[in-house]
């Protein structure tokens, strides 16, 4: 994903991959940060990776389970 990045580095899809991956490998801040820049590049980004299994359909509206923790989820800006 960072290399992606390097080559493009508003790319929502490798921004999303990449806060992914941070977050299985418990770096959290990371991947906050670039999971929420990837939501201000496409909010929907999220619909993606559900599509492709990657996240549970509840981590859309919050009305099932999701693994991603409440806080890798909340699709409002975080506070500075």
Not at 14 to 31: D, M, Q, S, V
């Amino acid at each position: 994903y960072s290399q992606s990045l390097k080559l493009q580095s508003g790319r929502a899809t490798a921004l999303f991959g990449r806060g992914i991956a941070e977050w299985h490998l418990g770096r959290y801040p990371a991947a906050r940060s670039d999971l929420f820049a990837a939501r201000r590049v496409d909010p929907e980004i999220d619909d993606i990776y559900i599509q492709l299994g990657v996240l549970a359909p509840g981590c859309r509206d919050n009305q099932g389970p999701c693994a991603l923790p409440e806080n890798l989820r909340d699709k409002q800006q975080p506070p500075p």
